[in-house]
């Protein structure tokens, strides 16, 4: 069974930086990882997503060239760095691995939360000065 458990989380001021992991466990360890985040009243958004073997990264464009995903395989861990970090950017943040069909197809960079089917708890991120 898989499971995916975030951290990192935390109050920021803008302009902070942040680290979120995403402890996976129960795969091959080699599946494509997505993160998401959902702020309050609006709809989950994917974020960034990484390919198992993390040759291929995709993002969002609210957050390209401000956040970093990466994953250690050895640790099954993946890593969401977030630099420049704005209030809009406040939300609980997800991890989630691909549906089979998702992920067979190659749908999943394009980080539509239905494509994703099991799920962290989530971390919560404020950005408020």
């Known amino acids: 069974q898989v499971r995916l458990v975030e951290s990192g989380g935390g109050l920021v001021q803008p302009g902070g930086s942040l680290t979120l992991s995403c402890a996976v466990s129960?795969?091959?360890?080699?599946?494509?990882i997505g993160w998401f985040r959902q702020a309050p009243g609006k709809e989950r958004e994917g974020v960034s997503c990484?390919?198992?073997?993390?040759?291929?990264?995709y993002y969002a464009d609210s957050v390209k060239g401000r956040f970093t995903i990466s994953r250690h395989n050895g640790k099954d861990t993946v890593y969401l760095q977030m630099n420049s970090l704005k209030p809009e950017d406040t939300a609980v943040y997800y991890c989630?691995?691909?549906?089979?069909?998702?992920?067979?197809?190659?749908?999943?960079?394009?980080?539509?939360?239905?494509?994703?089917?099991?799920w962290g708890q989530g971390t919560q991120v404020t950005v408020s000065s």
């Open positions: 989630a691995t691909p549906t089979h069909g998702a992920y067979y197809s190659g749908t999943y960079y394009l980080l539509r939360p239905r494509d994703f089917g099991s």
């Open positions: 129960g795969t091959s360890g080699y599946d494509a």
């Open positions: 990484i390919s198992g073997d993390g040759a291929n990264t």
